[in-house]
T-cell receptor
Framework: GESVGLHLPTLSVQEGDNSIINCAYS??????FIWYKQESGKGPQFIIDIRSNMDKRQGQRVTVLLNKTVKHLSLQIAATQPGDSAVYFCAEMGSGGSYIPTFGRGTSLIVHP | GAGVSQSPRYKVAKRGQDVALRCDPISGHVSLFWYQQALGQGPEFLTY????????KSGLPSDRFFAERPEGSVSTLKIQRTQQEDSAVYLCASSREATRGEQYFGPGTRLTVT
């Protein structure tokens, strides 16, 4: 069936480096994507979203890139900080205004001071 | 302001027991979602409410799972005759809008069935 998955389960970076977390999706009908951050013992926290009519969207220290040709999504975090250490999930919603996100497995980001 | 709260935070149940998990959404939020999150996995959708109406329960894994939101605010997820495979973190989320609004998640209830 359709799925959302991540290329790397764990990413280790040094404080101050830029981080890139990748996500592949297989449902070509998806038209809305969200990145969530989940810290240990907490629920997921919305980071940034992007609609399929966009290729790039920027937030505070974060940028999401969407490549619909290869069905790939990435989250870039600039100047990564120890507080960015968490599990990051991408999620997609299907076309037609679906409000139910399908989450991928997650990538654990570890930031070393 | 207050976020989404869930109680209890941890629940240990013996197989066969019934459990009730509570979610207090952000005041005024129309939409409420329940998710199940297994260890190392992303959340999986269980059910969705718009105010007091349960509009989608397609993710409930069996008829042992039941959710309600009788007054359009607090919601309860009930699991009857718990089984070991029910062990997971149960997350609740609410959103201001009725469709694709940003979802605010609670901390979850970790259920362990022994």
């Amino acid at each position: 069936g359709e799925s959302v998955g991540l290329h790397l389960p764990t990413l280790s970076v040094q404080e101050g480096d830029n981080s890139i977390i990748n996500c592949a999706y297989s449902n070509s009908a998806s038209d809305y994507f969200i990145w969530y951050k989940q810290e240990s013992g907490k629920g997921p926290q919305f980071i940034i979203d992007i609609r399929s009519n966009m290729d790039k969207r920027q937030g505070q220290r974060v940028t999401v890139l969407l490549n619909k040709t290869v069905k790939h999504l990435s989250l870039q975090i600039a100047a990564t900080q120890p507080g960015d250490s968490a599990v990051y999930f991408c999620a997609e919603m299907g076309s037609g205004g679906s409000y139910i996100p399908t989450f991928g497995r997650g990538t654990s980001l570890i930031v070393h001071p | 302001g207050a976020g989404v709260s869930q109680s209890p935070r941890y629940k240990v149940a013996k197989r066969g027991q019934d459990v009730a998990l509570r979610c207090d959404p952000i005041s005024g939020h129309v939409s409420l979602f329940w998710y199940q999150q297994a260890l190392g996995q992303g959340p999986e959708f269980l059910t969705y409410f718009q105010n007091e109406a349960q509009l989608d329960k397609s993710g409930l894994p069996s008829d042992r799972f039941f959710a309600e939101r009788p007054e359009g605010s607090v919601s309860t997820l009930k699991i009857q005759r718990t089984q070991q495979e029910d062990s997971a973190v149960y997350l609740c989320a609410s959103s201001r809008e009725a469709t694709r609004g940003e979802q605010y998640f609670g901390p979850g209830t970790r259920l362990t069935v022994t």
